[in-house]
């Protein structure tokens, strides 16, 4: 029996310890020697260690249930690094405040912080420039689904 991310996640469902984690996504290599089993969650405070710890503990004792413990696979508990993109509400509403870039649907780019979040659409204030200055923007709901990829924008400053 091979495993699939589909069978990874229902095995995840009632592992995360504390009702502030999330599953962020779930991959599985083609590996049928040594599949790779990549989990990434995310909390509303961040995610520690020692919870991934826990998250990989519990699965690893429900994969070796199903497929047997002779089953060879790597298991890797992560969370995402401030440079994955943000892909659900959650994720979104843990980054109030911050400055997002977007990449929409249509091909158009918006930069601008991120405002409120709900379930279905963000509220962004987009950055537009003048000479010599930024000029603030009115903020736009942006639905969800017209949202192809959002990434935190780093500042060194």
């Known amino acids: 029996m091979s495993l699939t991310v589909a069978a990874v996640e229902k095995m995840l469902e009632g592992i995360l310890p ?15 020697i040594k599949p790779k089993v990549t989990v990434m969650a995310d909390g509303d405070q961040g995610i520690s260690i020692d919870q991934c710890a826990s998250i990989s503990r519990r699965l690893a004792k429900r994969i070796e249930e199903q497929q047997g413990e002779e089953f060879s696979y790597v298991l890797e508990v992560t969370s995402p690094g401030i440079d994955y993109p943000l892909t659900s509400p959650r994720q979104f509403q843990r980054n ?3 400055k997002l870039k977007l990449k929409m649907a249509d091909g158009a780019e918006k930069i601008g912080i991120l405002n409120e979040v709900s379930e279905n659409a963000i509220l962004l204030t987009e950055e537009s420039k003048g000479k010599n200055k930024k000029l603030a923007a009115e903020p736009t709901n942006i639905p969800l689904a017209d949202i192809v990829k959002a990434n935190i924008v780093i ?3």
């Open 18 to 32: 504390e009702s502030d984690l999330f599953l962020v996504g779930v991959t599985v290599s083609e590996s049928p």
């Open 96 to 98: 109030v405040g911050r």
């Open 155 to 157: 500042s060194f400053k």
